[in-house]
């Protein structure tokens, strides 16, 4: 999914504040597994792109597509440019991907210890755009309370910790709740 030059253009600002990192996680975010012809997405309007979070809508005849962090459709203005290895659409806007459960934590100065504990293992899994997650993540007063304990872990020791507080599936609030008097599922927490 390609944004045209005045795409880019337009989203200057935007871009000019971040870092090479997450421009490459936006492009990442525009570079589908398969191969979408023009008759393939049109046949989704209403539907997420398969994969993606890519939410389609087709509108008199014109195709859009918004991305998670996208407060509006971007359309698309020319499709089906095919390749040896795929096919482009051209798009007249930027696509962007949420923030990622790595991305809000980092954002978050109660969870800096949290974050600061993770390893790279860690990292990527919390970063994988396609899983559905849920983290019961320990605020920085936590880490502090248990401070002792947490100076006798080995690093393998503290990351079973962590990733004993991580769940792959996603629970809401609403969720846990329905939960009252059962254990979440796939574990041993009540």
Known sequence: LAPINSAFEAANDLLAGL????????????????????????????????????????????VFLQGSANTTPVEVVETDILASNGVI?????????ADTIVDVAGDDTELSMLVGALTTEQVALLDDRGLDLTVLAPVNSAFEAASDLVAMLTPAQLEAIINYHVFTAQYLAADVIALDGQTIPGTDIA
């Open 19 to 62: 870092t090479a990192e997450e421009v490459a996680d936006i492009i990442d975010y525009l570079v589908l597994v398969g191969e979408f012809l023009a008759v393939d997405v049109v046949g989704l309007d209403g539907q997420t792109l398969p994969g993606t979070d890519i939410t389609v809508s087709v509108i008199d005849g014109s």
């Open 89 to 97: 659409h051209k798009l007249d806007g930027i696509l962007l991907p």
